[in-house]
């Protein structure tokens, strides 16, 4: 089978096994089949040898959190993630994978009226009790607050399940962007989602549609600020996924709003009181893929000490969808993560976990840890609240990430 990917990419793994340390699916059961090396060997049979795509190939596919840990750790440069790319498009295709359920799901993601709607009868339906705490949703708020624009300095990409379950952190990325000095424009119509599930799951065709939509809904040549970083990470591969120089230059416009404030840290006010000491987690969209790191940590510690984790940036589990979809392997790779944070708090004292990315910060809290976004903190930093306050503001406010 044609898994539409390029043989030379195929074909660049020498099998040294440098990347299994960093894959966390190999970690927590060192099932070769489950590492990078592994998976790659199952796609050459598949797609040089004529193996058939079986259902043990479908698990070996399924089961990769396509966190690209692997992709650093890689001497020969193999870019893992166009092959799983490539290869889920192939398999979703033929419904090998991501069945009608899932894509009826991830249809709706690209009309925002309708995620805004349902995510409202969620909330209610929990507080109702008629939701089965299996899910593994988070508590759902049942208002958000206004967004209102001020101005055209840059845009900021307000997305879909962001925006409908944790809209509090849009409105602390205005307050800390206004604070700046410069105006916030943001988008109408068609900027509803950026489409990076829909390519996770091997949607490309959904992924692309999406796509056009978004660039259509940010004219102009202003940056477009991005606070979630699964989603930074989809817009600013808009060039590879459709092609066009079009898609290119829009990508060029993307930040992460991380990379944007750090170089504006000296127009901000500076915190009248320094918040207690901050564990970073670096989601892997960020770290991994987008490979920015040092900007967080700047902003971060605007306002608090910065303490790390000592597990070398491995994934935390979350996934996109992945902890919903493989939610035994997500658990065990977050206790992982679990263990690490626990180690930092013992070392520091330290308890809030920042998180840049609403799918790390979601899983992370299902678990029981405080985690804020980065932007969030920042502005609770400048504004002068201490952050002894948080653990009791969080359980009055559970979009208050
Ligand atoms: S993307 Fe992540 S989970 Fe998948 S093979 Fe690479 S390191 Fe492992
Ligand atoms: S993917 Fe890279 S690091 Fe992993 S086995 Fe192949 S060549 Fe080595």
């Not at 507080?127 to 949703?137: E, I, K, S």
């Amino acid at each position: 089978m044609d898994l539409h990917v390029v043989d030379d990419e195929l074909a660049s793994c020498v099998g040294c096994g440098l990347c299994l340390p960093h894959c966390p699916t190999f970690r927590v059961t060192g099932e070769e089949a489950l590492s990078p090396r592994g998976r790659i060997a199952a796609m050459r049979a598949v797609h040089w040898d004529g193996d058939p795509p079986d259902g043990s190939f479908v698990h070996f596919m399924e089961t990769c959190v396509q966190c690209r840990g692997c992709e650093p750790a890689c001497p020969s440069g193999v870019p893992f993630g166009r092959l799983m790319e490539g290869t889920r498009d192939t398999l979703a295709r033929h419904h090998r994978m991501t069945p009608r359920w899932q894509r009826a799901a991830f249809w709706s993601l690209g009309h925002h009226a309708l995620v805004l709607s349902g995510s409202s009868a969620l909330a209610v339906a929990q507080r109702l009790h008629l939701v089965p705490r299996r899910l593994g949703l988070p508590p759902l708020p049942l208002r958000r607050p206004r967004l209102r624009g001020s101005g055209d300095d840059v845009w900021l990409f307000t997305g879909c399940v962001m925006d409908a379950w944790l809209r509090p952190t849009h409105a602390a990325t205005l307050k800390v962007i206004e604070a700046t000095g410069a105006g916030v424009r943001l988008p109408g119509h068609g900027a509803d989602c950026c489409g990076a599930l829909h390519t996770h799951a091997g949607l490309t065709r959904q992924a692309r549609r999406l796509a056009r939509r978004v660039m259509r809904a940010f004219p102009g040549d202003s940056p477009i600020l991005v606070n979630s970083a699964g989603c930074g990470a989809a817009l600013k591969d808009y060039g590879h996924l459709l092609g066009t120089a079009e898609a290119s230059a829009f990508a060029a416009r993307v930040l992460d709003i991380h990379e944007w404030l750090a170089e504006r840290l000296d127009l901000l006010p500076p915190a009248p009181r320094r918040l207690a000491p901050v564990i970073v987690q670096d989601p892997c969209h960020l770290l991994h893929v987008q490979r920015s790191t040092t900007a967080v940590r700047a902003v971060l510690a605007h306002v608090a000490d910065v303490v790390e984790l000592d597990d070398d940036g491995l994934c935390c589990g979350a996934g996109g969808a992945y902890s919903a979809l493989e939610p035994e392997l997500a658990g065990a790779i977050r206790q992982r993560k679990l263990e690490a944070v626990a180690r930092a708090t013992a070392r520091t004292g330290a308890r809030v976990v920042a998180s840049a990315n609403p799918g790390c910060a979601i899983h992370l809290r299902a678990a029981g840890l405080i985690v804020r976004h980065p932007v969030n903190l920042l502005a609770q930093g400048i504004s002068g609240e201490p952050t002894d306050q948080l653990a009791p503001a969080l359980a009055a406010d559970p979009a208050g990430f």
